[in-house]
Nanobody
Framework: QVQVVESGGGLVQPGGSLRLSCAASGRIFSIYTMAWYRQAPGKQRELVAQVTSSRSTTYADSVKGRFTISRDNAKNTVYLQMNSLQPEDTAVYYC??????????????WGQGTQVTVSS
């Protein structure tokens, strides 16, 4: 019913920047909160940032001042601008969308993840 696809990951040097994108498509009536999570090897998945339908944002302490989350409701897309990247930001980044479908159901939909590697 709903597909979620991330893009924009890659290899970057410390201090560099990347912009992740996540697009939701399918039988979507509305999207509530859109969020980015990450999971590093051997660690639990953690919330990085989220943005509500009213564009209220929340960030993990570790990324405040470096990452910016935004959304384009017309495109059902959420972005994560990541600046001043550090090796500890290396992880698989996942997008989660809280979607109400055209059928009336509401659920969280996850993307497949995109790898971000910060290394010299």
């Amino acid at each position: 019913q709903v597909q979620v696809v991330e893009s924009g990951g890659g290899l970057v040097q410390p201090g560099g920047s990347l912009r992740l994108s996540c697009a939701a498509s399918g039988r979507i009536f509305s999207i509530y909160t859109m969020a980015w999570y990450r999971q590093a090897p051997g660690k639990q998945r953690e919330l990085v940032a989220q943005v509500t339908s009213s564009r209220s944002t929340t960030y993990a302490d570790s990324v405040k001042g470096r990452f910016t989350i935004s959304r384009d409701n017309a495109k059902n897309t959420v972005y994560l601008q990541m600046n001043s990247l550090q090796p500890e930001d290396t992880a698989v980044y996942y997008c989660k969308t809280d979607v109400r479908t055209e059928y009336g159901s509401r659920d969280n939909y996850w993307g497949q993840g995109t790898q971000v590697t910060v290394s010299s």
